[in-house]
Structure formats: C-alpha cells, structure tokens
Nanobody
Framework: QVQLVESGGGLVQPGGSMRLSCAASGSIFRFSGMGWYRQAPGKQRELVATITSGGNTNYADFVKGRFTISRDNAENTVYLQMNSLKPEDTAVYYC?????????WGQGTQVTVSS
C-alpha cells in the first residue's frame, strides 16, 4: 500500500516562502511521475507542478517563476519550494503519485498566505 505524507504547511505572510515535503512509503522510482495539486475553498482541485521519474518538470502558469518542484530519490521525498507567496495561493496542497497500478493521494497540508 502506497502512503504519501505531506508536511510543511502553515501560515505565511504575503511575499514569504515555504517548502512542502511529500514523503513516500518505499522507493519513488516506482512512480512514473509525482506532483502537487491544490484546492482552495469552493474551487476545484488544480495542478500546481509535476516531476517525472526522469526529472522533467511542468508547472501551472500561475506558479511559474515562483514555485520549484524537486525530488530526492535517496529520501523518497518530493518537495515544493514556494516563493513570493500570494494570498491566492491559500489552499490545501496535495501530493500525488502515479504508478503502473494507479494513482495515489496524500492527505493534504494547509497553506495559508495572510498578513
């Protein structure tokens, strides 16, 4: 059973930075891709960033230049470095992993950007 555990969320002021972590149970090499999604109150869940097993990355337009997704294969962890945060970045952030037998979600971590 795959488990994804997010951490690193919390309250940050506009313009601040925060790093989210997604720790997987077992090797992340088995996943063809991993990513971060977010869901704000009253809105649909949306893609934020993805990274393939080969390290190729993809970003939503609204985070390009501000967020960076990365992976540490030795630690079985994917990160999302978020800089220049805006109030509209407030949401629950979810980690996602795609394997040959399906997709898996973490439980989510709340990020609140507010002064």
């Amino acid at each position: 059973q795959v488990q994804l555990v997010e951490s690193g969320g919390g309250l940050v002021q506009p313009g601040g930075s925060m790093r989210l972590s997604c720790a997987a149970s077992g090797s992340i090499f088995r996943f063809s891709g991993m990513g971060w999604y977010r869901q704000a109150p009253g809105k649909q869940r949306e893609l934020v960033a993805t990274i393939t097993s080969g390290g190729n990355t993809n970003y939503a337009d609204f985070v390009k230049g501000r967020f960076t997704i990365s992976r540490d294969n030795a630690e079985n962890t994917v990160y999302l470095q978020m800089n220049s945060l805006k109030p509209e970045d407030t949401a629950v952030y979810y980690c996602y992993a795609q394997s040959s037998d399906g997709g898996y979600w973490g439980q989510g971590t709340q990020v609140t950007v507010s002064s």
